[in-house]
């Protein structure tokens, strides 16, 4: 008995003392004394997680760790300026107790709507962090600027996270977090010096893993999709004057161009969620225009191929504009293929006004691109064919549909097809108009 009573003592003493030394220290006033590589770091860690362990509330367990964040992050301050060399260690620890968040997170997350003001804050917090980490990013060396920006990119994923929670109860807000941060990272590429490539990159990164996230949102919540499809449309324009901006930066287009065709397959994915709900006619006019304002770019990129290269480096600028033609060209092709399904799934619950104004972009968008087909130099020939072709199916289809629409409208007849009939009946009258056009181009 006496031993078991001197073991508990001990216990407790441990305890108290491990307790007292893992006190947290007021972030805005305190520094804190024992940093990593201290004799004395390994007992203070032991106390954070014994007094976690003891933490049972999921939300108080929450804030707990957040706030064990906090300090990960004031000591890698601290580090930055008394002890670099451990630099490494210190983001490591801020990585690793960001991992511990997003368990206790997926806990609380299940717990419903009234959570949402612990999110609030969780998140304000974590975007506090990410503004440290950028203040920071001018103070470490150059070989522990990959260790921070890891550091950095746990935070981000961390605030992802929170918000994707947020949109279970509250997509709208959401949507508008992401919006804000997503219009924010094209403000700072368009001030960005194009020099500053690392800059312009870790700006297209933020971009495109915020717009990765949006997307997942998108799949699982239809609340917000017709926002997305409105607001994509209108980072589609930036992203291309993004691509006028960094003209003389090969590279970094190409990123670009990597950006804006994600941008094009999370508004996609927003279209074909609409039409699934059966609420086409709410954005038709716009998915006209955008797939008509990528032909219109296609345009205007075949038109600067006819101006000269320098003979010094003749060869890699047509490459480059023969990629810009390409891409833009694939970006039409995704548009008109949604307008198939459009046409083979909804073609009997359009209204004649919907396919007539489907055919009539299509007809147009084959109008633009052949009169530049015409024109245009032989490096920009292989994407504009692929464009013509798929507005060319396009228009076909959705006439055929239309046909088929009005003989059912008449009345009864003894030739009344199925969708599959009619589909059937399309690729049969299409494959000579398809061949004609491959013998045109020479394939």
């Known amino acids: 008995m006496k031993k078991v009573i001197a073991l508990i003592v001990l216990a407790l003493m441990l305890f108290m003392g491990l307790s007292a030394l893992a006190e947290e220290p007021d972030p805005n006033t305190e520094v804190p004394s024992v940093l990593p590589g201290s ?99 001018e103070q470490v060396p150059d070989d522990a600027r990959a260790a ?58 933020e971009w495109r893993l915020y717009n990765d996230t949006l997307r997942r949102m998108s799949k699982s919540n239809g609340q917000i999709d017709t926002q997305i499809h409105s607001w994509q449309g209108e980072s589609l324009e930036r992203l291309d004057d993004l691509e006028d901006h960094f003209s003389q930066r090969e590279a970094i287009q190409e990123r670009v161009r990597e950006a804006r065709a994600e941008a094009v397959e999370t508004q996609i994915e927003a279209l074909r969620h609409i039409r699934e709900e059966n609420r086409w006619a709410e954005i038709e006019d716009d998915f006209n225009q955008t797939a008509l304002q990528r032909v219109e770019r296609l345009q205007e990129r075949v038109a600067e191929m006819d101006q000269a290269c320098p003979e010094s480096d003749r060869e890699n600028c047509l490459l480059e504009r023969q990629k810009m033609v390409e891409a833009l060209s694939q970006e039409y092709q995704q548009y008109a293929s949604l307008g198939e399904e459009v046409i083979e799934q909804d073609w009997n619950t359009l209204a004649t006004e919907g396919h007539d104004a489907l055919g009539q972009a299509g007809q ?80």
């Not at 451990?86 to 990585?95: G, K, L, P, Q, S």
């Not at 960005?192 to 490539?197: A, C, G, H, R, S």
């Open 39 to 137: 004799f004395w770091y390994p007992l203070k860690v032991l106390g954070e997680n014994v007094r976690t362990f003891f933490t049972f509330n999921s939300e108080a367990k929450l804030e707990r760790h957040q706030l064990l964040s906090q300090r990960r992050l004031i000591e890698l301050e601290a580090v930055i300026e008394n002890a670099p060399e451990m630099i490494d260690r210190a983001t490591e620890n801020y990585r690793r107790q960001q991992q511990k968040i997003e368990r206790v997170l997926n806990q609380v997350a299940q717990q419903g709507p009234d959570r949402e003001e612990l999110m609030n804050w969780l998140e304000e917090s974590i975007s506090w962090h990410i503004d440290a980490f950028d203040r920071l990013k």
């Open 364 to 443: 147009q968008a084959i109008q633009m691109l052949e009169q530049v087909y015409n024109a245009a130099p032989e490096e920009a020939l292989e994407g504009l064919e692929q464009a013509i072709t798929s507005a060319e199916r396009l228009r076909h289809l959705n006439n055929e549909a239309l046909r088929t629409l009005n003989q059912v409208q008449e009345g009864p007849t003894s030739d009344n097809p199925s969708i599959e009939r009619v589909q059937e009946r399309v690729r049969q009258e299409l494959a000579p108009q398809l061949e004609t056009i491959k013998n045109r181009f020479g394939q």
């Open 148 to 205: 921070l920006e890891q550091a950095r990119t746990a935070a981000q994923e961390g605030r992802n996270r929170v918000i994707e929670v947020i949109s279970n109860w509250n997509p709208e807000g959401a949507f508008n977090r992401y919006k804000g941060l997503m219009d924010d990272r094209l403000d700072q590429l368009e001030e960005v010096d194009p020099i500053d490539e690392e800059e312009v990159n870790a700006l297209l990164n």
